[in-house]
């Protein structure tokens, strides 16, 4: 125990890296190592902060297990911060093992919680509920405790769980207090904000009204066929046929249920699935194909009948079919739609399945990212786009607790 | 030298709003904690936590009957306990790498953690008069019927030892069972020695051996 280090840990705990590094910053000993890396981390310099905690890791011994195993749980989770694809996935595990067999429960359940955030951010959703069904997050701190929850309500909206979300984030509004960090606050309401504002823009036959997200929830459960142009889907119930990769049926869809129980003109069809073309005869050939196409995969949910100027699209429960569009549709909507699945995207996949230039598409994921709206990890031809599930915070450093003592 | 396990007779705290226990001290009636950012005082016959000094409390917790001493960053405090008061402070001998603290025979004795080393300084001064080599990181420091004990903490092992207070030579040794360290420590001058738990928050009461009793 050492009064300089433990009154370094202490300013780190309360936020104040600067702090921190005034006391340690000209020791050479492994746990100023390790706080000077954290306080580095803290400060954004990722590359010193690596470093500093390899050799932290490295002076502390063979012996200082649970020092290293700190050492390495900060490692992975400024790989995570740094978006670093070539993540210690190994070497994190095995340090979770190490603190929770010596019963440090914090730092083990912290561990536990990056190896979700990691999931999260590369799109294994599935996964990523499952680890956080498994986690218990009592010993987590507040902190560590609000994003947890952030995160629970991220990937409940994300479900159109709105009652479980909702409670999520009054969980979170009462850990984040405990916090005293006021950008989790922030981060809490622009969540809770998601539960009010309009979700949707739900179109039936010709008329439009904005939908909440409990009501787009409800609206899942009906017996409805809904052409979902949010998610890029065909549902009717339980039954969902993804459409993300379809995207000329998606648009013949998309015109065919909006003016049903109406007909749409080959003209019609023609311009808005074939990027607004004159339609000759060729198109009207393609269109025959893809129509046929359409028919086979939402067979058992609607009929798609030929009529003297086109086609007409009929339901076959409820006779009302319903569109649902983002509730203001720009350029991006279109990639968005592709993302709210959750997965991973490559700018070259996403070009692919929208059928638009990768130069097109990178643009709209600029703009998006700046915006918040979607986030990307790894580099050049690695990189990959994913819609943030929880806010932007929840990938921002918090780092194992530390204590003088190891 | 002899060797044995340590017999914990009692456990307090976690106390709340204490993350870690650094030093600790007795003065008689009350246990005395550092807390980080204040000192604690509580009752050892229920644990009940009667006081909190608002003083700076990184380290070791010494009592010389009338004044509380404290180790925060690289400094010595001398601390009123009543009014919670610094009185004076001095600079701690390994600049900051200081752990535990003890006072006895007009002197402070203070562990240097990685230097493996107990300092006796001058109250007043804070000059070194001598020190003490130790074979392992130094934590907590007490006197009690001359023999000198301190516990150790590295590499997660802790232990409590009686060593020679001239050659550091290691007399007795109390193993801590697995996963609990030794932070502060402090005699309660008869079989009780009171150990600072670090981040599990607690204090226990170790038995001092009897036939180390002279």
């Known amino acids: 125990m050492d009064s300089l280090i433990t009154a370094a840990a202490q300013a780190l705990a309360a936020g104040d890296p600067l702090g921190a590094l005034n006391r340690v910053a000209l020791r050479d000993d492994p746990p100023a190592l390790a706080l000077r890396g954290i306080a580095m981390a803290r400060l954004g310099d990722f590359v010193r902060a690596k470093a500093l905690l390899r050799q932290a890791a490295r002076?502390?011994?063979a012996k200082a297990t649970m020092a290293r195993a700190r050492c390495a749980v900060a490692e992975a989770e400024i790989a995570l911060a740094a978006r670093d694809l070539t993540w210690p996935?190994?070497?994190?595990?095995?340090?979770?093992?190490?603190?929770?067999?010596?019963?440090?429960?914090?730092?083990a359940a912290y561990a536990r919680s990056l190896e979700i955030r990691r999931l999260v951010l590369i799109g294994h959703l599935d996964e990523a509920e499952?680890?956080?069904?498994?986690?218990?997050?009592?010993?987590?701190?507040?902190a560590a405790r609000t994003i947890y929850e952030l995160i629970v309500a991220g990937l409940a909206l994300r479900r159109l769980q709105t009652k479980a979300a909702r409670s999520a984030l009054e969980r979170a509004t009462h850990t984040a207090r405990q916090a005293r960090i006021p950008e989790l606050h922030?981060?809490?309401?622009?969540a809770s904000a998601a539960l009010s504002a309009p979700a949707a823009r739900m179109i039936v036959r010709g008329g439009e009204r904005l939908l909440q997200l409990d009501e787009v929830e409800a609206l899942f459960r009906s017996d409805r066929l809904i052409v979902d142009a949010c998610r890029l889907a065909l549902r009717q119930g339980s039954h969902v046929v993804p459409m993300a990769r379809r995207p000329v049926l998606f648009a013949l869809a998309r015109r065919l249920a909006e003016r049903a129980p109406d007909?749409?003109?080959?003209?019609?069809?023609?311009?808005?699935?074939?990027?607004?073309?004159?339609?000759?005869?060729?198109?009207r050939a393609r269109l025959r194909v893809e129509i046929g196409r359409l028919r086979q995969l939402i067979s058992g949910m609607a009929a798609i009948s030929a009529t003297r100027d086109g086609f007409v699209l009929s339901p076959c429960r409820d006779r009302n079919v319903a569109v649902l569009a983002q509730p203001a549709e720009d350029e991006d909507a279109a990639v968005l739609a592709c993302l709210a699945d959750g997965e991973a995207w490559s700018s070259s996949g996403l070009a692919v399945a929208l059928g638009a230039s990768q130069r097109t598409v990178q643009r709209g994921l600029d703009a998006l990212a700046l915006s918040g709206k979607v986030q990307s990890f790894g580099r050049g031809r690695a990189q990959r786009w994913t819609c943030p599930v929880a806010p932007e915070f929840a990938t921002a450093l918090l780092l194992p607790a530390w204590s003088s003592l190891d | 030298m002899t060797r044995a396990a340590a017999e914990i007779i009692r456990e307090y705290g976690p106390f709340e709003g204490v993350e870690q226990v650094g030093g600790v001290t007795y003065d008689g009636r009350q246990v005395w904690i550092a807390a980080g950012g204040s000192i604690k005082g509580f009752d050892p016959a229920n644990g009940d936590v009667k006081r909190?000094?608002?003083?700076p409390a990184h380290a070791g917790t010494a009592f010389d009957g009338k004044h509380l001493y404290q180790i925060a960053e690289a400094r010595i405090q001398k601390v009123d306990p009543d009014s919670g008061e610094v009185v004076s402070t001095i600079p701690a001998p390994a600049g900051g790498g200081d752990s535990g603290l003890a006072w006895a025979e007009g002197s402070l004795w203070v562990g240097a953690y990685r230097d493996r080393k107990i300092h006796q300084i001058n109250p007043d001064t804070g000059q070194i008069l001598r020190s003490i080599?130790?074979?392992?990181?130094?934590?907590?420091?007490?006197?009690?019927?001359?023999?000198?004990?301190?516990g150790t903490w590295e590499d997660d092992v802790s232990d409590i030892r009686r060593i020679d207070p001239d050659t550091g030579e290691v007399l007795d040794q109390l193993d801590m069972p697995a996963g609990t360290g030794v932070s502060g420590m402090e005699s309660d001058g008869n079989e009780t020695l009171y150990c600072g738990g670090g981040r599990s928050g607690k204090v226990r009461a170790i038995r001092r051996p009897k036939r180390s009793r002279g």
């Open chain 1, 59 to 61: 002076a502390f011994g």
């Open chain 1, 89 to 107: 996935t190994k070497a994190l595990a095995a340090a979770r093992e190490t603190l929770e067999r010596h019963g440090d429960r914090t730092n």
């Open chain 1, 130 to 142: 499952r680890r956080l069904a498994d986690l218990d997050p009592s010993p987590l701190l507040p």
């Open chain 1, 186 to 190: 922030a981060e809490i309401e622009r």
């Open chain 1, 263 to 283: 007909d749409v003109s080959r003209g019609d069809l023609i311009a808005h699935a074939f990027r607004g073309k004159e339609a000759d005869e060729s198109h």
């Open chain 2, 52 to 55: 909190s000094l608002d003083v």
């Open chain 2, 133 to 150: 080599p130790c074979t392992r990181f130094v934590t907590g420091v007490t006197w009690v019927d001359g023999e000198l004990w301190h």
